[in-house]
């Protein structure tokens, strides 16, 4: 089993900056990509960033310029560093990640989210 576990979230003021950690854990052998999505109230679940595990990156247009994703092989953990925070920003962030697991003497990608973490934009 494998398990996300988000961390960083919180309450900051526009223009401020917040940087949410997740980690993973468990029967890894290996994490492909790992990527952040968030669901505001009322409205569906929306791609946030992504990260390869060569380190590609993509943004979603709302956040192009002003969040970065990286990640840290070695702990399992990819990091969103989110800067020049607006109040549409406001949403629970969820972690996700694209996991290879050896089960049943066979090699399988699985993907799994974390709980979610509530960031809040507001003055």
């Known amino acids: 089993q494998v398990q996300l576990v988000e961390s960083g979230g919180g309450l900051v003021q526009p223009g401020g900056s917040l940087r949410l950690s997740c980690a993973a854990s468990?029967?890894?052998?290996?994490?492909?990509?790992m990527g952040w999505y968030r669901q505001a109230p009322g409205k569906q679940r929306e791609w946030v960033a992504a990260?390869?595990?060569?380190?590609?990156?993509n943004y979603g247009d709302s956040v192009k310029g002003r969040f970065t994703i990286s990640r840290d092989n070695a702990k399992n953990t990819v990091y969103l560093q989110m800067n020049s925070l607006k109040p549409e920003d406001t949403a629970v962030y969820y972690c996700?990640?694209?996991?290879?697991?050896?089960?049943?003497?066979?090699?399988?990608?699985?993907?799994?989210w974390g709980q979610g973490t509530q960031v809040t934009v507001s003055s």
């Open positions: 468990g029967s890894i052998f290996s994490i492909n990509s």
């Open positions: 990260i390869t595990s060569d380190g590609d990156t």
């Open positions: 996700n990640a694209d996991v290879s697991v050896y089960v049943a003497a066979t090699f399988k990608s699985r993907n799994y």
